[in-house]
């Protein structure tokens, strides 16, 4: 959801952002401050930068390089249900290495006790209480927004009001801005007062998740109920990922 996101508030006249990520704070820190700086857009005073690199969530070191730097930053995370997000991390790697063991597999330590294997990255970054614990340490929450994956699909307009409040911008990025694709499942961008195609994203997002054991979607289940619920109360938001057990 962070690059629906991003196109989205770019799309905001007080918004400048970098297209691409710039792993700054992860991988490219020892290239120095200018470096990052030069990679941003320029901007007009009273106008915002923005990047997005999603593995700072999940980097230890990003938390407290990022307070180092500018202690008043603005931060948005997207989540979504951590299983959900476990299958999409599965499917794009499966994308680019058709090699890999199924998912089933990887997921377990030991299938027949039934241990998932929390050492494997698409599963460790779903603990979001563990990574935002991080976070807590050198940003305090009033300065942290959490988006719902789940509601930038169903209501990317009511989405982005609660970014645009948080940034401070007035809420220009509105209902008019979206359509929803039904080939693609989620929306798409257009201007408004541009009558081009609208923008949607690339043949990367929303392809099709495989068909996984229901068996090992209930295991992963009862696996991240109690950090969800960690999560819920240190963001004092409930992202109800509890109910798709109910509804499935």
């Given amino acids: 959801g962070t690059r629906a996101l991003l196109e989205a508030i770019r799309a905001h006249p007080d918004v400048r952002a970098v297209g691409t990520e710039p792993h700054f704070f ?29 593995s700072y969530f999940v980097t230890s070191e990003a938390p407290r390089r990022i307070h180092s730097m500018a202690k008043d930053t603005k931060l ?43 050492s494997w990255s698409a599963i460790r970054i779903g603990i979001y209480a563990l990574h935002l614990e991080n976070w807590l340490q050198y940003f305090p929450l009033s ?44 929306p798409c961008l257009k201007k408004p ?23 090992v979607i209930h295991r992963l289940r009862k696996f991240y109920k109690p950090f969800n619920v960690m999560f819920y109360q240190m963001t004092g938001q409930d992202f109800q990922w509890e109910q798709e057990e109910s509804d499935k």
């Fill in 143 to 186: 300065q942290i927004l959490f988006v719902s994956g789940e509601r930038l699909i169903t209501d990317p307009a009511g989405e982005m009001a609660k970014v645009q409040d948080f940034l401070g911008l007035k809420r220009i990025v509105t209902e008019k801005h979206f359509y929803f694709n039904k080939t693609k499942g989620f």
């Fill in 26 to 54: 992860d991988r490219n820190y020892e290239k120095g401050l200018e470096w990052y700086r030069n990679v941003m857009p320029k901007t007009l005073e009273g106008q915002i930068t923005m990047e997005k690199t999603p």
């Fill in 76 to 118: 948005i995370v997207v989540v979504r249900d951590p299983v959900t997000r476990a299958i999409s991390d599965y499917t794009q790697t499966l994308s680019k290495k058709p090699e890999i063991p199924t998912f089933e597999v990887l997921a377990f330590k030991n299938r027949t006790l039934g241990l998932i294997d929390a």
């Fill in 193 to 215: 007062e541009d009558s081009s195609a609208p923008r949607c994203l690339g043949k990367s997002k929303g392809r099709t998740h495989p068909k996984i054991d229901p068996d």
